[in-house]
């Protein structure tokens, strides 16, 4: 750990993300608590399929606190989240065996990240990137200022909205290779599967995605379980 680093963590000790006690171990992405208790996908109930892509695979289901962490990443602002919702996604990756030659984001339209001050898939890509020794390259920009996905009723409205809202950053040609597409959460896959089609046709192998939680299907089917459990 760096000298600037320590220092922070005595100034302004770490907590958790998930339910914001502090952090024993600076250097681990949650307390034992949450790694015990938080809505963990493993095997195949952590990949969703998303057209364009290979698959899209997630560490946790977007419910209880998980989904109070990441709208608390997004819009309290808390950009610090960014580093370790980005090893666990990493981990996640290792996990699943998701092999790719670099990562990418999909990006937020520029209005939107002058208001928030930063964009949560970046954060979270140059940390997944760290962890998996794999360059991160902006490839995408989002070329129209949409509503955000989580205020549209269902998958048609917010494949609707994503369409034609993202394009290739000019210039960038991506030679073939594996490019691990990363965002905060999925849910309908609109968001990632209209990023997914334009780095295909910017000369992409193959797209894998790679997100915190997933929303809707295996992420509800397991809250329903526990709920009647």
Known sequence: MRVGEALLDLLFPPKCP??????????????????????????????RRVD????????????????????????APAPAYGRPFGLLMAQCARDQGVEAELVTWAPLSKKRRRKRGFDQGELLARTVGECLALPVLPLLEKSRHTVPQSSLPDGAARRAN??????????RRIEGGRVLLVDDVVTSGATLSE??????????????????AQAGEGGDKLENNRNNG
Not at 62 to 73: I, K, P
Not at 162 to 171: E, K, M, V
Not at 195 to 212: E, S, W, Y
């Open 162 to 171: 994503a369409l034609g809202a993202y394009s290739l950053l000019p210039g």
């Open 52 to 75: 364009f892509t290979q698959g899209c695979w997630s560490p946790l289901a977007y419910q209880a606190q998980v989904r109070e962490a990441v709208q608390r990443y997004k819009f």
């Open 18 to 47: 998930f339910c914001q006690r502090l952090l024993h171990d600076p250097r681990a992405p949650l307390c034992p608590n949450c790694q015990a208790s938080l809505p963990w996908l493993t095997g195949r109930a952590g990949e």
């Open 195 to 212: 990023c997914a089609r334009l780095l295909c046709q910017g000369g992409a192998k193959q797209v894998l995605c790679l997100t915190l």
